[in-house]
């Protein structure tokens, strides 16, 4: 069993939706990345959280350390945030999934 | 403030042909990563440095690969010579640690990775 699953593997939405990418894990963390990467490699950290949420524009990321699971949240999503999107907890180096691909069409 | 900087951004090679990437952290950071990332998959730490020193190489393939960080500033990461199956994107990651052991945390920040194709 892999020590990170995320869920769903691939995503498709119209601009405007919301957009809820899961992620469990199996190991003891100290905290958890939520990683952005679009096509060409570059990787962008959008979050690094410990407990409870946080939001930053129309993104918004959660995390039960008791349950292992964290979710990334898209508010009135854009194809700009086309993106495979990625999640990293940390026990003590990052261990990533195998991230989620996202596509908003117009 | 400038990112992580990474050359070259692309690389084709023949097989048994060496190569080398080049990575400038952030300023300031101690921490940096140099991670292997197969198409479709999520990246794998190849090695981690303090400063100039290697604290974790165990997933480094060290019969052909190597990589140094002189100074504890920039580094390289070479592979002599190359196989068809090192075709990956080679990312560089730096963070500033507060302390110099592993079970700290803080945010890395990742450059845009040199793709390497061997034919």
């Known amino acids: 069993k892999n020590e990170v699953e995320q869920s769903p593997q691939n995503l498709t939405a119209q601009e405007g939706e919301f957009i809820t990418i899961n992620c469990s894990y199996s190991?003891?963390?100290?905290?958890l990345h939520w990683l952005q990467q679009h096509p060409g490699g570059g990787i962008v950290s959008l979050f690094m959280l410990s407990s409870g949420k946080k939001k930053h524009g129309r993104l918004i990321a959660t995390i039960n350390i008791q349950e292992k699971h964290s979710s990334l949240h898209i508010t009135a999503s854009h194809p700009r945030d086309s993106a495979v999107y990625i999640c990293?907890?940390?026990?003590?180096?990052?261990?990533f999934g195998t991230g989620t691909r996202l596509q908003v069409f117009p | 403030e400038a990112g992580v900087v990474q050359s070259p951004r692309y690389k084709i090679i023949e097989k048994k042909q060496p190569v080398a990437f080049w990575c400038n952290p952030i300023?300031?950071?101690?921490?940096l990563y140099w991670y292997r990332q197969n198409l479709g998959q999520g990246p794998e730490l190849l090695i981690r440095y303090e400063n100039e020193e290697a604290v974790d190489d165990s997933q480094l393939p060290k019969d052909r690969f190597s990589a140094e960080r002189l100074k504890g500033v920039d580094s390289t990461l070479k592979i002599q010579p190359a196989e068809l199956g090192d075709s990956a994107v080679y990312l560089c990651a730096s963070s500033l640690d507060g302390l110099a052991v592993a079970s700290s945390y803080n945010e890395q920040f990742f450059g845009p990775g040199t793709r390497l194709t061997v034919l």
């Open positions: 190991v003891g963390i100290s905290a």
């Open positions: 300023s300031g950071h101690n921490t």
């Open positions: 990293a907890p940390h026990t003590d180096k990052l261990i």
